[in-house]
T-cell receptor
Framework: DSGVTQTPKHLITATGQRVTLRCSPR?????VYWYQQSLDQGLQFLIQ???????AKGNILERFSAQQFPDLHSELNLSSLELGDSALYFC???????????????FGPGTRLTVT | AQKITQTQPGMFVQEKEAVTLDCTYD???????LFWYKQPSSGEMIFLIY??????QNATEGRYSLNFQKARKSANLVISASQLGDSAMYFC??????????FGKGTTLSVSS
């Protein structure tokens, strides 16, 4: 158990809908990262938050957005869903308090999103 | 630009044998970290081992060791005494300071009895 929690574990929804994925980082970790794993794109970085502020953006679509709340949990919002958004979405947290440096990231169990 | 290459789509090994999973990387930043993660069929990503670019010694964690050859830009994972439970997808990844992880495409390891 990495200490990172994600809910829900599975989500099935229809095209055009909107969903919210939730992540709680490990105790004391200020950085949260979101990744998408799909069969055709592999594992891709979406977005990073550090202590409530957006720190970096990767290959995140405009239909997707995220935020990190004062209690440090984070939510990833996916809207106008398409079939191609079906993927495993991971949240990871990082122990380094500065948000900088090269340290390990611990992953949550992931949310498997299926868009039908 | 950062890049991670895993050239072995699949590897097969018998129980109790050692296996090496290859990983090469590319970066222009002198400060970086290299990571290996294991992803079993259940889907979770399990952190295995970390090597910093300035570390003089190769990292080891139990049966896992990282064969770090800086000049060749390689960071191969060695699993000693393979077990059936080692069957999984293995990802090599890299980070530069303050950035997110960049992953390779992964290697599927199958351990047979």
């Amino acid at each position: 158990d990495s200490g990172v929690t994600q809910t829900p574990k599975h989500l099935i929804t229809a095209t055009g809908q909107r969903v919210t994925l939730r992540c709680s980082p490990r105790s004391g970790d200020l950085s949260v990262y979101w990744y998408q794993q799909s069969l055709d794109q592999g594992l891709q970085f979406l977005i990073q938050y550090y202590n409530g502020e957006e720190r970096a953006k990767g290959n995140i679509l405009e239909r997707f957005s995220a935020q990190q709340f004062p209690d440090l949990h984070s939510e990833l919002n996916l809207s106008s869903l398409e079939l191609g958004d079906s993927a495993l979405y991971f949240c990871a947290s990082s122990p380094r308090r500065s948000g900088q440096g090269v340290d390990e990231q611990y992953f949550g169990p992931g949310t498997r999103l299926t868009v039908t | 630009a950062q890049k991670i290459t895993q050239t072995q789509p699949g590897m097969f090994v018998q129980e109790k044998e050692a296996v090496t999973l290859d990983c090469t990387y590319d970066t222009s930043d002198p400060s970086y970290g290299l990571f290996w993660y294991k992803q079993p069929s259940s889907g979770e990503m399990i952190f295995l081992i970390y090597q910093g670019s300035y570390d003089q010694q190769n990292a080891t964690e139990g049966r896992y060791s990282l064969n770090f050859q800086k000049a060749r830009k390689s960071a191969n994972l060695v699993i000693s005494a393979s077990q059936l439970g080692d069957s999984a997808m293995y990802f090599c990844a890299m980070r530069e300071p303050g950035t997110a992880l960049i992953f390779g495409k992964g290697t599927t390891l199958s351990v047979s009895s």
